[in-house]
């Protein structure tokens, strides 16, 4: 089995962790295997996941400089919800590169459903759309963190969610994220960090392009956690 | 005569606790409300003194003072590579594909919603207060700063403005009187007035007893002899797609019309 680790810290009004892993094709069983470990670290129940992304771009005028906006349509719930995301930049300098995540500005906001044409209408374009498929775990561990373990899908046609199909089959992104704040995100990565190490059987953690490779333990590990009967809050 | 509806809602409030009107048990939904804003008459230079006998208004209908309200309304302006500012842009070449006008609006009794209007566009967003930041963050659109307002510019004149002052109880009804002022300036630009009738939340059944409302207070406004008058422009909700049932986005769309008018009245 193959993993791609990846280890984010965003940075917003509060400050965040992410961490995320790519898990290949005969890993299905791993998946599964990731999910008994999460139920047992969190003790809490899984979300389902399913949210439709669209990445805006600003028209070719528009802005003092180009300008990307993520529109999230939660579609998990009976009534789509919908988030407007501004991801910024990443943290720079000696300490950041230090940390083992990536340090960002996020800033969130709730939106109505009409946040797409709104968007459209200030002179935005519809760059790529995806939808997200899988699961979640949110807990308090040192720090709020969130697990979520998707897959992408990619839309035939323009919004139509109902006939995604996957973009890479059978590869699943792994993310873990935690909210923080300006003077408090070491302790965040710590507590991200730390998390990270129990996962660390079946998934290593890194940044974004800084590939731990292959997890050789993985698919024992799976399998032992798996004939465990797992769910059990370690 | 007063309406039959207006006598009880203003003698409701000398009625025991179990036959005051429904608003202790309604539940906590949108109740109907209506935007009014002075027109001086001709010639007539707005003073606070028009503020001043409108809240004696209130108080002569048995209005009791309950508070203070604030309600902000921003312009954003369009930032271009170009530096053109969309069509209102003051230079260089101007886009017509971008709004003229971008507003926000920050509501009094709901600081954590935030609503953005393309009126061109007929387009209301509602969205939570970490919107502002959104924006300054895709620094595409720049909420203007107000820089002098003794200009009169009829397109500075309401640059930031702030709608504030005083609340009043009334029966069924609530009365929230304020000035239109830039922000950081007590320069008054006009004076609006938001009626909220809490029992009912459609806009339909609403309408009798809000114009028998209206027509009370103008009424009592033309014993004072005032050198204008209220005057409530309709905002055709349905354009925006707002349903019959009122809600904070109604309220945001009506700040927006009435500031036109006030805008309309400064120029005029």
């Not at chain 1, 400089?65 to 930049?89: C, K």
């Not at chain 1, 996020?106 to 200030?122: D, I, M, P, Q, R």
């Not at chain 2, 036959?19 to 804003?37: I, K, W």
Request: proline share 5%.
């Amino acid at each position: 089995m193959s993993l791609s680790l990846h280890c984010l810290l965003f940075f917003f009004r509060k400050c965040s962790a992410i961490s995320s892993v790519l898990i290949d094709p005969p890993i299905l069983q791993h998946v599964e295997a990731l999910e008994v470990l999460l139920q047992g670290l969190s003790g809490v129940p899984k979300e389902r996941v399913r949210v439709h992304e669209l990445c805006l771009k600003s028209g070719p005028n528009l802005g003092v400089v180009p300008s990307e906006v993520r529109l999230l349509g939660d579609l998990a719930q009976a009534t789509p919800s919908w988030t407007i995301r501004h991801v910024g930049g990443a943290m720079r300098g000696a300490g950041a590169e230090q940390i083992s995540v990536l340090v960002r500005t996020v800033v969130e906001s709730k939106a109505s459903k009409n946040v797409l044409h709104y968007f459209y209408t200030l002179g935005y374009k519809l760059d790529h759309e995806i939808l997200k498929i899988g699961f979640a775990f949110r807990f308090h561990r040192g720090a709020q963190i969130t697990v979520t373990v998707t897959s992408a899908n990619k839309m035939p046609r323009l919004h139509a969610t109902d006939e995604a199909v996957p973009v890479t089959p059978g590869i699943q992104l792994v993310e873990i994220t935690a909210p923080a704040a300006a003077d408090n995100y070491n302790d965040v990565v710590s507590a991200v960090t730390a998390f990270c190490e129990f996962l660390a059987p079946l998934l290593h953690l890194s940044k974004p392009g800084h590939s731990t490779g292959i997890v050789t333990t993985a698919g024992a590990a799976a399998a032992s956690l798996m004939s465990s009967g797992g769910g059990k809050t370690l | 005569m007063p309406a039959v509806k207006w006598y009880r809602t203003l003698t409701s409030r000398n009625l025991p606790s179990v036959f005051l009107p429904a608003l202790s048990l309604t539940p906590a939904v949108f109740r109907r409300r209506r935007l009014m804003h002075w027109h001086p008459s001709p010639g007539v230079t707005l003073n606070s003194q028009i503020l001043a006998e409108a809240c004696g208004c209130a108080e002569s209908l048995g209005g009791v003072k309950d508070g203070r309200w604030k309600t902000s309304i921003f312009f954003y302006r369009a930032m271009t590579r170009d530096g053109a500012a969309g069509p209102a842009g003051q230079q260089g070449q101007q886009h017509p594909d971008l709004p003229r006008e971008l507003l926000g609006v920050a509501l009094h009794e709901r600081p954590g919603l935030y609503f953005s209007i393309v009126r061109a566009a007929r387009l209301v967003l509602q969205a939570d207060a970490a919107f502002p930041q959104v924006m300054e963050k895709l620094q595409s659109y720049k909420a203007r700063v107000a820089l002098n307002f003794e200009v009169a510019s009829c397109l500075l004149v309401s640059d930031f403005p702030n709608l504030g002052g005083f609340q009043y109880q009334l029966g069924d009804f609530c009365l929230r009187i304020g000035k239109c002022a830039p922000n950081n300036s007590e320069s008054l630009r006009g004076i609006m007035m938001e009626v909220e009738y809490y029992p009912l939340s459609s806009i339909e059944k609403s309408r009798a007893i809000m114009e028998d409302f209206f027509d009370i207070w103008q009424e009592t406004v033309a014993k004072k002899s005032l050198p204008g008058h209220f005057i409530h422009v309709e905002s055709n909700f349905s354009e925006y797609g707002l349903s019959d049932q009122y809600s904070f986005q109604h309220t945001a769309v009506q700040y927006a019309t009435c500031l036109q008018q006030l805008m309309a009245t400064v120029r005029g």
